[in-house]
């Protein structure tokens, strides 16, 4: 049972236009979510990351959109540089679960020049 | 800064060896994480240590041993592993991982090979 969903597991954008990640969750008890950004046979990096308390983090290039109701987040990069190709790991956390990250499968982003 | 080392970047060992995989971070943070991750596969949780204690085991075989020597260091021992051990192990570190707002950081990870 996936708790944590990216249903797309690829995207290619042009460079320069907008990126679009989504993320769905089914546990209603998460309250703190974030994004990974990885590349092949390295270790994931922190991008952003959102509290429950929020609908929106802005960071740069990098917004991250939360909408409880529905249950789903996304982020989105502008403008996309080829330099963000890579897989991006959705992760959510739940209040209180002491070290339990809970991952998305990934979506890999292309951004073609 | 927010580095975690890991040390190898990579490792091939046979069934029979015994080796040792170290992570470090000098950022005082008081939970470290030890990660498993398969090619285009989501990174699983092994083990947490949480104030150089072992807090979460996630029902890992005994193959994998897992030690916290102080708040800065993390190791995994290996003994009699198996082929489909062969991975990418990651560690982790964060500084509120009683708290709900925890960002964890992640090494660049050591590539194991088991033949």
């Known amino acids: 049972d996936q708790q944590v969903k990216q249903n797309s597991p690829s995207l290619s954008v042009q460079e320069g236009r907008i990126s679009i990640l989504n993320c769905d969750y089914t546990?209603?008890?998460?309250?703190?979510f974030l994004w990974y950004k990885k590349y092949p046979a390295e270790g994931p990096t922190f991008l952003i990351s959102?509290?429950?308390?929020?609908d929106k983090n802005e960071d740069g290039r990098f917004t991250v959109f939360l909408n409880k109701s529905a249950k789903h987040l996304s982020l989105h990069i502008v403008p996309s540089q080829p330099g963000d190709s890579a897989v991006y790991f959705c992760?959510?956390?739940?209040?209180?679960?002491?070290?339990?990250?809970?991952f998305g499968k990934g979506t890999k982003l292309s951004v073609k020049p | 800064d927010t580095e975690v080392t890991q040390t190898p970047k990579h490792l091939v060992m046979g069934m029979t060896n015994k080796k040792s995989l170290k992570c470090e971070q000098h950022?005082?943070?008081?939970?470290m994480y030890w990660y498993k991750q398969k090619a285009k596969k989501p990174p699983e949780l092994m083990f947490v240590?949480?104030?150089?204690?072992?807090?979460i085991n996630e029902s890992v075989p005994s193959r994998f041993s897992p030690e916290c020597p102080n708040s800065s260091l993390l190791n995994l021992h290996l003994h009699a592993l198996q082929p489909e051990d062969s991975a990418l192990y990651l560690c982790?570190?964060?500084?509120?991982?009683?708290?709900?707002?925890?960002?964890?950081?992640f090494g660049p990870g050591t590539r194991l090979t088991v033949l």
């Open positions: 950022m005082g943070h008081r939970a």
């Open positions: 240590y949480s104030y150089e204690k072992l807090s």
């Open positions: 992760a959510a956390r739940g209040g209180g679960s002491q070290g339990n990250l809970i």
């Open positions: 959102i509290s429950s308390i929020k």
């Open positions: 546990n209603s008890m998460f309250d703190y």
């Open positions: 982790a570190s964060s500084n509120r991982p009683y708290e709900g707002v925890d960002t964890q950081y």
